[in-house]
């Protein structure tokens, strides 16, 4: 009979260290997240008072990972959400739902990333991926062209302008910066629809 792997041990110091006993080494928040990643099953005690910490670290994790440019999971609207249900009558279905949801989610994206990949080639879906994040920052370097500020700062450029003269080129590249600051104060506007 096949017996499961026991999971990793970590405990954390007052210090906020983070000890891993397996490899008698320290390891950070992002350690952990590869091991989570990786698959690697892990839990966190309290090194004084022997409390299992591990939903506390893991949330920590995911906070981490939010706060890192580009990597945002969790819309403002879901976390709304979540924090309505706490303290909720429907509060003790929320996890078993979420957790019934994110089993299909994973299952779903592996079968997705296996189809990719007998239809287009191993790197098929990377590359997808790829292009999904090159799209989506040129969009919001895009949307930050249009910001309000770009058109205040349009406005002072065009008043500091009609105080100096200028050449026939540097008039040119004055309307062109104004119309580029003009489309960045439309692309706002549509933003914030």
Request: zero cysteines.
């Amino acid at each position: 009979m096949a017996t499961e792997k026991e999971p990793t041990v970590i405990k954390k110091y007052a210090n906020r260290r983070l000890y891993h006993t397996g490899t008698s080494t320290y390891v950070t928040l992002e350690d952990l997240a590869g091991m989570v990643r990786q698959g690697e099953d892990f839990v966190v005690f309290d090194a004084k008072s022997g409390d299992d910490i591990t939903r506390s670290v893991l949330t920590q994790i995911i906070f981490e990972q939010e706060n890192k440019e580009g990597q945002n999971l969790l819309p403002v609207t879901v976390l709304r959400q979540l924090i309505r249900f706490y303290g909720d009558s429907l509060q003790s279905l929320v996890p078993s739902y979420l957790e019934f949801s994110m089993d299909n989610l994973s299952r779903e994206q592996q079968k997705l990333r296996e189809q990719m990949s007998q239809a287009f080639g191993p790197g098929a879906f990377h590359a997808m991926e790829e292009q999904v994040r090159k799209n989506m920052s040129l969009f919001t370097d895009a949307m930050r062209m249009f910001s309000p500020f770009a058109q205040r700062q349009a406005d002072e450029d065009e008043a500091k302008s009609k105080a100096e003269p200028k050449t026939e080129a540097s008039g040119e590249l004055e309307t062109l910066k104004k119309q580029m600051a003009d489309m960045q104060a439309k692309l706002d506007k549509l933003a914030r629809k």
